[in-house]
Nanobody
Framework: VQLQASGGGLVQAGGSLRLSCAAS????????MGWYRQAPGKQREVVAV???????SYADSVKGRFTISRDNAKNTVYLQMNSLKPEDTAVYYC???????WGQGTLVTVSS
């Protein structure tokens, strides 16, 4: 199972970014997928999860601002991030939950 995350970058507070994670090596459509993040000096935390059936869950800190989605035809999971805050600065990782496989991470930096 391989995951390739992209879409990170530098954005001002209040701005938006969309992360993408392309997956291969598994039957993507039946896997639960997630986005996680790790800020400097902090533990990795879950941001959002999307299940194979489309159900989603979010960390309280991002509810109403972030949206996780998936395109099974493209084997890709997305994280739309709006109203970004400096505290969202972190390396963001995608994960195939069922296989416990992780992508390489993409850095998101939000300036104040």
């Amino acid at each position: 199972v391989q995951l390739q995350a992209s879409g990170g970058g530098l954005v001002q507070a209040g701005g938006s970014l969309r992360l993408s994670c392309a997956a291969s090596g598994s039957i993507f459509s039946i896997n639960d997928m997630g986005w996680y993040r790790q800020a400097p000096g902090k533990q990795r935390e879950v941001v959002a999860v999307i299940r194979s059936g489309g159900g989603t869950s979010y960390a309280d800190s991002v509810k109403g601002r972030f949206t996780i989605s998936r395109d099974n035809a493209k084997n890709t999971v997305y994280l739309q991030m709006n109203s970004l805050k400096p505290e969202d600065t972190a390396v963001y990782y995608c994960r195939n939950v069922d296989y416990n496989a992780w992508g390489q991470g993409t850095l998101v930096t939000v300036s104040s």
